[in-house]
T-cell receptor, first 113, second 111 residues
Framework: DAGITQSPRHKVTETGTPVTLRCHQT?????MYWYRQDPGHGLRLIHY???????DKGEVSDGYSVSRSKTEDFLLTLESATSSQTSVYFC????????????FGDGTRLSIL | GESVGLHLPTLSVQEGDNSIINCAYS??????FIWYKQESGKGPQFIID?????DKRQGQRVTVLLNKTVKHLSLQIAATQPGDSAVYFC??????????FGGGTRLMVKP
């Protein structure tokens, strides 16, 4: 398995609270991605990073921000969580380009009450 | 725990039979395709990929077929085993753009 660790694996929180999810990789890959996975929608890209301090939006970026201060860490923040952000969040990495195979972590199940 | 859609198409096969999972794509310019397997409570796992200059590619017990004429991709699994039970989905891209993921098919293997 690719060296990707997501933390926490499970989190329950309340509407309006800030939440930060962490993705840590040991592969020294350039690209990192955050997806959410919901019934009926498949994987949808939230944000991605193509290097330290270089990030861009995906198709469902509203309400989310990201930061990448080191190659190995990519953080996803929900500034003020809403119930519509209840989902399973996956981090992925790829080494050579956006169209290369992405390798995924095991996800964070986030419930916002 | 459940991490994928509740209303996915389902393919049920007998252990030892061959499985064929299909994926239709809409962009005729797509030039790279990947199949992923996702087990319950886990992240998607890369199985096999194929580029548009090929029609077929084989891996260990898996074969991917690409029919560009009808924009169709299939994954064949030989001698299906209980450990193959999972959700399978395809991803596509073109010209170095971001991957687009399909909704998935649930494969259930009966012992």
């Amino acid at each position: 398995d690719a060296g990707i660790t997501q933390s926490p694996r499970h989190k329950v929180t309340e509407t309006g609270t800030p939440v930060t999810l962490r993705c840590h990789q040991t592969e020294n890959h350039r690209y990192m991605y955050w997806y959410r996975q919901d019934p009926g929608h498949g994987l949808r890209l939230i944000h991605y990073s193509y290097g330290v301090k270089d990030t861009d939006k995906g198709e469902v970026s509203d309400g989310y921000s990201v930061s990448r201060s080191k190659t190995e860490d990519f953080l996803l923040t929900l500034e003020s969580a809403t119930s519509s952000q209840t989902s399973v969040y996956f981090c992925a990495i790829s080494g050579q380009g956006r169209d290369q195979p992405q390798h995924f972590g095991d996800g964070t199940r986030l419930s916002i009450l | 725990g459940e991490s994928v859609g509740l209303h996915l198409p389902t393919l049920s096969v007998q252990e030892g039979d061959n499985s064929i999972i299909n994926c239709a794509y809409s962009n005729s310019a797509s030039d790279y395709f990947i199949w992923y397997k996702q087990e319950s409570g886990k992240g998607p796992q890369f199985i096999i990929d194929i580029r548009s200059n090929m029609d077929k590619r084989q891996g260990q017990r898996v074969t991917v077929l690409l029919n560009k004429t009808v924009k169709h991709l299939s994954l064949q699994i030989a001698a299906t085993q209980p450990g193959d039970s999972a959700v399978y989905f395809c991803a596509e891209t073109y010209a170095g753009n971001m991957l687009t993921f399909g909704g998935g098919t649930r494969l259930m293997v009966k012992p």
